[in-house]
């Protein structure tokens, strides 16, 4: 069963998308709540697939934009990243650039289209069924702002100094105070091996490996990867591995 959570202070809004919640095709639970502390708890002992947020969560506070701040909390913690955001807004102007900030979904704007959200939510609730599977995406923060990235895209990465250096087949994309050991803890589908400290290879990307001078190759990347050493012999056992399974 989909779970879902709703963040929505006013109590008519939040009764009326529970409301149409229920009417939904498929069975779903739902936890709505108007405080910020009761629901970043739920989120964080319930497996949530779907969060509708309204953006303003205290509307006489100045320039209240708490609904933003809650969703990323929830992107900061590994078990939450992956649900999807929707959005309740009011804000006409401000939709482009919360769809880039934390990645949400989608938006709902006030009032609320009964027929839309309804639509909206089976979307996202029913597409893991129609695809055969979706990508897989992690959450990084750097200057406040919160970024997703697919990790099949994901070539290798390095840390180093403090900063996670992460290679994608046209860009480097750089995360400080990611150690790398808390970013291998947030993949759960791909593959990484480290032939070296402080770096670890994608194995899907793997092109050849030159086990005597120590060198791997990977496709679309030009220059090889060293590898240690010390960690050569676990790192050819555990690829070697995964290639008679077939991987």
Partial sequence: ?????????NDLTRNKLVRLMDTMEQEVGVFAFSNQEEALGCALTHKIDLYLVDIILCPKARNDFSGIRFVEKIRECPSCATAEVVFITSLAGLEIDLLHRVHC?????KPIDEERITRLVDEILTRGEKTSKLPERIYFRNDGITYPIDVEEIRYVVHQSRMLFIYTGTECIEVPNLPLKRFLSQVRDSVFLSPLKGTAVN???????????????????TEPISMGSVMKKRFRKEYEAYVKRGY
């Fill in 105 to 109: 979904y989608d938006y709902i704007e």
């Fill in 203 to 221: 194995i899907a990307y793997i092109d050849s490996i030159d086990y005597v001078n120590q060198y791997i190759y990977i496709k679309e990347i």
């Fill in 1 to 9: 069963m989909k779970q879902i959570l709703i963040l929505e202070d």
